[in-house]
């Protein structure tokens, strides 16, 4: 059998063009199908679910360094809060020490 190269309108199914062929020992057309490469004619649903696709992974890599970027300042935020409570403690300790002086002073002056 061989391709005439010839497209049919009539015969044409969805996106993918049609070939007649004819046999060499017939003059008779026949109608077929020829499906297209993956790379070159693609349906419209195909292209629908590869955007969706796409789409899809992007949210996922932006949505990946947003959390990225979510842990980041969240350990400045605990590093910060754990400077304060070390600067605060040490507060305190020279303020429950500046207290006891105090008391020792008054309880001296006292007698």
Known sequence: MAVTGDETESAA????????????NSSLAQNIVMAASPGTMQSPSSQHA?????????????NREAAR????????????????????????????EELKALKDIYCHKAE
């Open 13 to 24: 199914t969805g996106d993918m063009p049609a070939y007649q062929l004819r046999s060499p």
């Open 50 to 62: 590869e955007e969706i696709t796409r789409k899809r992974e992007v949210r996922l890599m932006k």
């Open 69 to 96: 970027e979510c842990r980041r300042k969240k350990k400045e935020y605990v590093k910060c809060l754990e400077n304060r409570v070390a600067v605060l403690e040490n507060q305190n300790k020279t303020l429950i």
